[in-house]
């Protein structure tokens, strides 16, 4: 009998078979792997913008072999690349259930946002929702090596209803002194930094699913979803409903008052 990594390996290899058979008959095979490469190594590096340019070429060479059927074989390969994505993901150690919410968030942004109007638009969101959980993997940099894991440890479940007295006990230290020295040397308490890692969470199904805010809130485990959106303003500056409907309102993404600056 499989367990459950195994299963998912094999689901995932044969998404990449798949996809094998899609672009073998895209003109031009070497060019379109190579550019495939350099996304990724695009998107490992934060690189979006460049990430972005890449795709966008990989997806003319798409076009210029597939004629009448662009959108549908582009859409085909999105998914494949839904895929090799959420693998990617898992060979660098993301755990598997958000390997494959990953994988099928994906998956329903393809579904529901591609048409003729959007096919770029649905790419650009794809390398954006894989930087952001690639993001989430960066290892921090305190000068405490348990906070560095606290933070790694949130992060990887923050859809689970995570309290300060479970990470307490997951690193068998006090919840006073955890909370103490997250707060020395990040900035900001523990408690805080739960509400901002679900807001950071919770604006991409907002703006890329059709997901009701009341699910999202529940989601992430939100007392009630009045207490959801006064959370989501205090740190975004808009409540949820506010946030969907206006697309010009940049995403908020949290740096703490006490993060080491890169050499």
Do not use: W
Request: aromatic share 12%; proline share 2%; with cysteine.
């Amino acid at each position: 009998m499989y367990n459950k990594d195994k299963i998912f390996l094999e689901y995932f290899s044969k998404a990449y078979n798949k996809e094998m058979g899609v672009t073998n008959r895209v003109e031009g095979l070497e060019q379109f792997f190579e550019l495939e490469k350099k996304l990724f190594l695009n998107m490992f590096s934060y690189e979006i913008e460049e990430a972005k340019a890449v795709l966008r070429k990989m997806i003319d060479l798409i076009i210029a072999r597939t004629g009448k059927q662009m959108i549908l074989n582009v859409k085909n390969y999105y998914i494949q690349l839904a895929a090799i994505m959420a693998r990617k993901l898992y060979e660098n150690q993301v755990p598997t259930d958000k390997v494959m919410a990953f994988n099928i968030a994906s998956v329903d942004i393809i579904e529901t946002q591609m048409n003729d109007a959007q096919f770029l638009q649905c790419a650009d969101e794809l390398v954006e929702f894989f930087v952001l959980v690639i993001t989430e993997r960066k290892k921090p940099s305190f000068g405490h090596q348990t906070v560095n894991k606290v933070i790694l440890f949130i992060n990887d479940g923050i859809e689970t209803n995570l309290t300060v007295e479970d990470i307490a006990n997951h690193f068998n230290i006090s919840t006073s002194h955890l909370s103490r020295i997250f707060r020395e040397h990040t900035g900001v308490t523990l408690v805080e930094y739960l509400n901002i890692r679900k807001v950071e969470e919770c604006q991409f199904f907002l703006r890329h699913t059709n997901k009701a805010i009341l699910d999202i809130s529940d989601t992430y485990h939100f007392c009630n979803q009045s207490y959801f959106t006064r959370i989501f303003k205090k740190y975004t500056g808009v409540t949820p409903k506010q946030f969907r409907n206006h697309l010009e309102h940049p995403n908020f993404k949290y740096i703490f008052p006490n993060e080491p600056k890169s050499l």
